[in-house]
């Protein structure tokens, strides 16, 4: 049984930073495509980053060059470093993870139905 617990989060001025953590247990390898969504309220989740077993990292234009994920397969741990963050960041985060392959991951990892692993949510709240 998979399970992803999150960490992290709060609350912070725009320009400031934020560290997300997720830890999974029940990992049998580390052929897991693992992914950062999240979601503003009254909206759909949204993608913003996935990283595959190798640690290649894909980001959406909204989070390109302010955010930075990363994972520990040794520990079976994903991370996202979230810089300059800005008002408009401000919503529930959630780590995701499906086993896939490495193509799927850098391909097709914005298809949040396709992930059946998720966390629990973690609230980011960005003031200006």
């Known amino acids: 049984q998979v399970q992803l617990v999150q960490s992290g989060g709060g609350s912070v001025q725009a320009g400031g930073s934020l560290r997300l953590s997720c830890v999974a247990s029940?990992?049998?390898?580390?052929?897991?495509?693992m992914a950062w969504f999240r979601q503003h309220p009254g909206k759909e989740r949204e993608a913003i980053t996935t990283?595959?077993?190798?640690?290649?990292?894909t980001y959406s234009d909204s989070v390109k060059a302010r955010f930075t994920v990363s994972r520990d397969n040794a520990k079976n741990t994903l991370h996202l470093q979230m810089n300059s963050l800005k008002p408009e960041d401000t919503a529930m985060y959630y780590c995701?993870?499906?086993?896939?392959?490495?193509?799927?991951?850098?391909?097709?990892?914005?298809?949040?139905?396709?992930?059946?692993?998720w966390g629990q949510g973690t609230q980011v709240t960005v003031s200006s």
């Open positions: 995701a993870a499906v086993r896939s392959s490495r193509k799927w991951c850098n391909e097709s990892w914005k298809t949040d139905r396709v992930y059946g692993y």
């Open positions: 029940g990992f049998t390898d580390s052929s897991y495509c």
């Open positions: 990283i595959d077993s190798d640690g290649t990292a």
